[in-house]
């Protein structure tokens, strides 16, 4: 079976500006060359790949120039990876996964799982198909199942053939492009399971797609197997542009590492002449291994931004780009050959060694006879056609040592190609005896290396854990230093707390002291002044019994004062009432005149001269009144002697009442007699009554017969 040596294709995808590159008032400063859909300028800069999607390009376009003859080659049991690189939001994932359920958005994975699928349903019936799907990123040299979260640090192994694979990744079989989709839809869910940022994560971590085809043919049963890497690589920026700090810087420098491993790879192998390709610097260049330099059909989309801004992201994009496309990979179907295949293989080749031989000893014989200076004549000399089968047949041989042992280390393949041209050529036998010594102690190098492979893995996990305990650790330790150094600081700070409380408790006990000399003093002056107060007391007593009895005397001397006054009033008003009374007496204008009184003691002044002014009157009023007093008593005279006259005539009428009276005292004795005859005389109408009621009871007793007629 021959290889098959291809160039990596390397295409590239120029984004459209996007908004906020728009609103920076960043230029595109890509230039497309019309009819040229391979070359791109930048600042006068041409770059040239095997194609350049320009901004305009549709995810349909994309794939069906980039992606899909990848399809058909995987079914015909080749390898194939795609992978896009560039800087975060250059449209890595836009371009590998896009809009997963849209017709027009949809990326080149699910177009190829779709396309996948309905080249299989128009396949010979005769092939059966086996289909399984693994998903899972690398984020910090870590490979993590997106399909099991429980694996988290997954190792890389080498197979029999010496390809690298991700051992103990979760494999799905899949039998629809919907359960794919699922699987996807799981994986991504997955992903941002224990992830904050996510935007941040992607853009750091690989995220690989890995569709694994296996297909036998039932009739011949031969089988071929193809591997599809389909890979979304974190952001290829460089760490200072993103401001990246502490933790962040750590996981950027971690994944420029893994990102520059897979630089340094694609270096050596573009340079050629190293011996020596650095695939086992990162898990990421380790998987990409076959893809890289090996056995399979690989496409590197390059993704860019065509902003001013991002100028010179896009230029480190491009140039990796650059490197990329001189690599070259030789490439053969994985066939897994039956028993009757190998062997009708080797008897044709034995045929062809023995041939060889045949034209090798034939050409010996001519040289020999060249040598010793003979002509050899055209007829006698080897054919050039003799020649070329030769070199096609060696040609083959090399191919055949390449299939048998698929993939040798590079020198130990070259070895192997060289001993089994070399071994024919010679004449010896050898070569199935050195085949299966070469292979025993390929597989035991194998198996060492598998076990070593483990036993980094484990030490790693065991680094990792103690990395984390140590951690821990570390952490604890500056929890318990800076616990210590608080408490310290506490410490120090009740310590100065205490000196100083000591000096106040000191300051405070002297003053105490102080305070107990003063309070000793201050005992003794209070005894001596109480002393001196019960003394002061016992005085104030008397004088206060003294002051009562002084205050009682003067309350009866007040009250003495007061009832003097009083009755001086009384009299002074008696007095008053009296001129007043008299003033009444005397009438006259004395009348008209207002009486002195004596309300007021305070205003008894003005009452006085108010009393002497009606003095004054009254002694005018009183000569008046004499005057007419003599008046009276001449008048009087005369009147006496006509009372004189008519006591004489009163004494007349006396005597005449007197006989009149005597005569009526007789006649009532004379009314008092006859009332008492009246009375008698009524007794005895009442006794003779009551004979008479007496008598006429006896004679209705007698008689009862009169009673009834008198009733
Ligand atoms: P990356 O995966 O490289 O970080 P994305 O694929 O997430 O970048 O792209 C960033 C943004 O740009 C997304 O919103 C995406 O839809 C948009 N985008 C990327 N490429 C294109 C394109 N060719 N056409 C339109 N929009 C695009
Ligand atoms: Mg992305």
């Known amino acids: 079976m021959a290889a098959d040596e291809c160039n990596i294709r390397v295409v590239a995808r120029f984004r459209p500006l996007n908004d906020s590159e728009e609103r920076a008032g960043s230029k595109s400063v890509v230039k497309f060359p019309a009819d040229q859909d391979e070359t791109v300028l930048i600042s006068g800069k041409v770059y ?23 399809v058909k080659d995987v079914l015909s049991g080749y390898n194939g990876t795609i992978f896009a690189y560039g800087q975060t939001s250059s449209g890595k994932t836009h371009t590998m996964e896009g809009v997963m359920n849209s017709n027009d958005h949809q990326g080149i994975i699910p177009r190829i ?6 080249h299989i349903y128009t396949l010979d019936a005769n092939l059966q198909f086996q289909i399984k799907i693994s998903y899972f990123e690398i984020y910090l040299d870590k490979i993590r199942d997106l399909l099991d979260v429980s694996k988290t640090n997954l190792a890389v ?9 991700v051992k103990g990744v979760t494999e799905r079989f899949v039998s629809s492009p919907d359960e794919v989709f699922e699987i996807m839809e799981e994986g991504k869910n997955n992903r941002h399971i224990a992830v904050t940022n996510m935007n941040e994560h992607s853009s750091r971590s690989h995220s690989v797609f890995l569709i694994h085809v296996k297909q036998e043919n039932v009739e ?14 974190a952001g290829s920026e460089k760490v200072s542009k993103t401001g990246a700090e502490g933790q962040v810087l750590d996981e950027a420098k971690n994944i420029n590492k893994s990102l520059s491993a897979l630089g340094n790879v694609i270096s050596a192998l573009a340079d050629g002449t190293k011996s020596h390709v650095p695939y086992r610097d990162s898990k990421l260049t380790r998987i990409l291994q076959e893809s890289l330099g090996g056995n399979a059909r690989t496409t590197i989309i390059i993704c860019c931004s065509p902003a001013s801004y991002n100028e010179s992201e896009t230029k480190s994009t491009l140039e990796f780009g650059k490197r990329a496309k001189c690599i070259k990979n030789s490439v053969t179907v994985n066939e897994e050959l039956t028993a009757e295949e190998w062997k009708r293989r080797w008897e044709k080749e034995r045929e062809k060694v023995a041939r060889l031989k045949g034209q ?32 096609s047949t060696t040609q083959s041989m090399i191919s055949l040592s390449t299939v048998t042992s698929s993939v040798l280390s590079p020198a130990a393949s070259v070895v192997g190609t060289v001993l089994t041209v070399v071994n024919p050529i010679l004449g010896l036998d050898t070569r199935s005896l050195n085949v299966d010594e070469w292979e025993k102690e ?13 036993e980094i893995n484990n030490l790693a996990q065991a680094l990792e854990r103690f990395k984390s305990q140590t951690n821990e650790q570390d952490e604890l330790f500056n929890q318990s230093r800076k616990d210590n150094e608080n408490l310290q ?20 006990l002297q003053a105490l002291e102080e305070l107990a000399v003063n309070y000793d003093q201050k ?6 002044k109480s002393k001196e107060n019960e003394t002061l007391a016992i005085e104030l007593d008397t004088k206060l019994s003294s002051l009562n009895g002084i205050r009682e005397e003067l309350e009866s001397l007040r009250e003495a004062s007061q009832q003097h006054r009083k009755r001086f009033l009384d009299m002074v008003l008696v007095l008053l009432r009296d001129v007043g009374d008299i003033g009444t007496i005397m009438g006259g204008q004395m009348n008209e005149q207002k009486k002195p009184t004596i309300e007021n003691l305070d205003q008894a002044d003005e009452e006085f001269t108010l009393a002497r002014l009606y003095l004054n009157k009254l002694k005018t009023e009183a000569r008046s009144i004499i005057a007419r007093l003599s008046e009276l008593e001449l008048e009087k005279v005369d009147h006496q002697k006509g009372i004189g006259l008519k006591d004489k005539e009163l004494d007349e009428a006396h005597l005449l009442i007197q006989q009149h009276e005597a005569k009526m005292r007789s006649m009532l004795e004379s009314i008092k007699e006859l009332e008492e005859k009246k009375r008698v005389l009524e007794q005895t109408q009442d006794s003779l009554n009551e004979e008479l009621v007496k008598l006429r009871a006896q004679v209705f007793d007698w008689f009862p017969a009169l009673s009834k007629m008198t009733t």
Do not use: C
Not at 157 to 165: G, T
Not at 360 to 370: D, F, K, N, T
């Open 113 to 118: 799982v779709q396309d996948i699928f309905n």
């Open 442 to 454: 390929r597989s035991a190098l194998y198996q060492q290396l598998d076990e070593k492979d483990d």
């Open 360 to 391: 090798l000893s034939r050409a010996e014989m001519e040289l020999e006879r060249w040598r010793r200076g003979e002509t050899v004549t055209k007829d006698e000399q080897i054919s050039l056609n003799d020649t070329d089968e030769t070199l």
């Open 523 to 528: 005992t003794q002056e209070v005894e001596t």
């Open 220 to 233: 011949n049963e031969k089988k071929l197997t193809g591997k599809l890497y389909l890979v979304d690589l």
């Open 157 to 165: 192994h080498e197979d029999k053939n010496r390809v690298p694979y």
């Open 48 to 70: 040239v790949f095997d194609k350049v999607f320009r901004p305009d390009s549709t995810q349909e376009k994309v794939y069906n120039e980039a992606a899909k003859e990848i």
């Open 489 to 508: 600081a506490e410490l120090n700070r009740l310590q100065q707390e205490s000196e100083s409380a000591k000096e106040e408790v000191k300051e405070v």
